[in-house]
């Protein structure tokens, strides 16, 4: 009996403890620890590349001061820095020779006008003088007419006086007298048509026909024609003596341009960056007397290499600082060097700037940063969701099935805060943000 009972309480005990270590497997499963985490989902986003690189401040154009001829300065009030305006007169030069010359100029044309004078003069009194001769021509013609009238009627009164020697009324002494009269009164008459004959010469129909004239048949136009040949010669001198005033006052013009470049004016507004020589000193034909740098606009000069080069374009926006004025300027890419730098190997890059109140200035050092234009999509998460860091490369936590699962990153881009990824997860995948330290792969989350 006694070996009965204790065989019971064995198997009695051995049944309770089976049963109490179940119920401790049952409680150890139901109380599993979750991690209590926090989430953010993989979505993609455009990652804006961004180069930053720095440079100068560069003159967008320079103009060297010159003058066409030699001279000594005796004005020239600027200074290096010195604004000046387009078109300002920042310098005056001085030459004897050219001023020595004008001189000579001037009295030549003085004498050329004077010469002109003169012969315009002689046409005036040629044309009254070839009228005088056309008005004496009518009177010696009225003094023919009037002379053959006298002597038709002297011829008559002879043929009376004839009849009356026939009858014996005069004698024949008073009668070779009277004819003596009358051969007398025909040779004058025959001089004076030789004189008539002699004075019109030049005066005829045929010389304005010998001259090339068509000879009209109104008497004033033929009167004017007659007076414009009669006077060629002197239109001809007055033709020759214009043109020694033409000669004379375009000697004096190029001497005039010539002093003019002797006065110097900027070429364009801006500042005077180089200044070669003083007043006192003597400056050769085509020597650079200043050189002015326009600052109404400048450029942003920086240096990308090859492998940046190729990703940007004329028109890309960019962002310029500059840490001495503590300003910065919206611009964009105007100028790529087609060839890159022989030692650096490096392509120039300008970019234009306003510089309205010519604060900026050549030489400035620029921060740069530009924006490229092609922007790719990539996986964007919060900076805080990485585990760890390496480079570009990293490890974050994504939970599949309420597990903690680590992933491996690859790390486009890190900026404001936020990570672009390359590769290791999807769009769509829960990451756990800032992760625990204590957190393990496998471990149960929640959210």
Known sequence: MSVKIKNNFLLLSVTFFLFCSCQKKELSASNVISEKVSIVEAKKDKYV???NSFGSITYNTKNDVTSLESGQIY????????????????????NVQLDFQKEQYENALTSANASLAIE????REGKLSVESKMLSLQSDLLN???KELELKQFQENLNNKVELHEIGGITDSQLKQLQLEEKSLITNIEILKKQYEISSLGMRDQDLIEAGYTV???PEEKKKLLIELNTKSIVTRIEAAEAEVRNAKTSLNAINKLLEELIIKAPISGIIGVKNFEPGEYVESNAAIATIIETSSVYALIYLQEKDVVNYSIGTQLNIEIPSL????SSQINEISP???TQSGNFAVKASIKNNNDLIKPGMFVKCSIINNIQDEYIKLPESVILFKNENSGTVFIVKNNLAVQKKIEIRAVKDGFIWI???????????????PFLKEGQNVSW
């Open 49 to 51: 590349e961004e180069l």
């Open 75 to 94: 004005y020239f009030p600027f200074k290096e820095g010195d604004y000046v305006r387009k078109d300002q007169v920042i310098a005056r030069l001085k």
């Open 120 to 123: 315009k003069n002689s046409l």
């Open 144 to 146: 023919i007419e009037q």
């Open 216 to 218: 009209p048949s109104n």
């Open 326 to 329: 503590n300003k910065s300027y």
């Open 339 to 341: 060839i890159a730098d």
């Open 422 to 436: 390359s590769s290791g997860i999807s769009e769509k995948d829960i990451v756990i943000n800032n992760p625990s």
